[in-house]
């Protein structure tokens, strides 16, 4: 069984761009979450979606922004890149979603660097 | 809102010796409460998880304790090794109208000197 794919790997950006990344969860997982992580401030939660639907965000500006597909396929996109936004972006999948305690399964994230 | 203290942020251990991190958490709400490694360069994973009806886990040399008045847990490995060696995050879950969101603690890095 295939893990949580996460694409592009790497990728380089200047300031005032956007960017959109993509994560494909392991097959039958209908939640997806996504998190950013940085040296200092570990790993921080974006936003949760779970057959199509966002459930829950944290506290990050309008800039960043997601969405999931009928596939749970789900991508996000950050608009007008700050260079503060150079970062590891985590997206994890669980099998269950709601009041079950589902383990997360990461993928290898995808490495920004704004410039 | 919900948050997550993790301490230490390092922790340097004699192979062979315990290793314990702790972390706090505000949210009384939180039920389940994971850990996971991460090794450099990869991807996190699940080494041990508790949940909120349970005082203690344990599983071969890790073990985690989980005290609900004080809103705290704790992650205890015990004859380290150096493939231990590692960043160790620990998290509470919120279950909020059926949505998940797992907050993670800071990190602490985990270094076992041979």
């Known amino acids: 069984k295939a893990g949580v794919t996460q694409t592009p790997r790497y990728l380089i950006k200047t300031r005032g761009q956007q960017v959109t990344l993509s994560c494909s969860p392991i097959s039958g997982h209908r939640s997806v979450s996504w998190y950013q992580q940085t040296p200092g401030q570990g790993l921080q939660f974006l936003f949760e979606y779970f057959s199509e639907t966002q459930r829950n965000k944290g506290n990050f500006p309008g800039r960043f922004s997601g969405r999931q597909f009928s596939n749970s396929r789900s991508e996000m996109n950050v608009s007008t890149l700050e260079l503060g936004d150079s970062a590891l972006y985590l997206c994890?999948?669980?099998?269950?979603?709601?009041?079950?305690?589902?383990?997360?399964?990461f993928g290898e994230g995808s490495r920004l660097t704004v410039l | 809102g919900e948050n997550v203290e993790q301490h230490p942020s390092t922790l340097s251990v004699q192979e062979g010796d315990s290793a314990v991190i702790k972390c706090t958490y505000s949210?009384?709400?939180?039920?389940?409460f994971p850990w996971y490694k991460q090794e450099l360069g990869k991807r996190p994973q699940l080494i041990i998880d508790i949940r909120s009806n349970v005082g203690e886990k344990k599983d071969q040399r890790i073990a985690v304790t989980l005290n609900k008045t004080a809103k705290h847990f704790s992650l205890h490995i015990t004859e380290t090794q150096p493939e231990d060696s590692a960043v160790y995050f620990c998290a509470a879950k919120r279950v909020i109208q059926g949505a998940q969101k797992l907050v993670f603690g800071q990190g602490t890095r985990l270094t076992i000197n041979p």
């Open positions: 949210d009384s709400a939180s039920n389940y």
């Open positions: 994890a999948s669980s099998l269950m979603g709601g009041g079950n305690t589902g383990e997360l399964f």
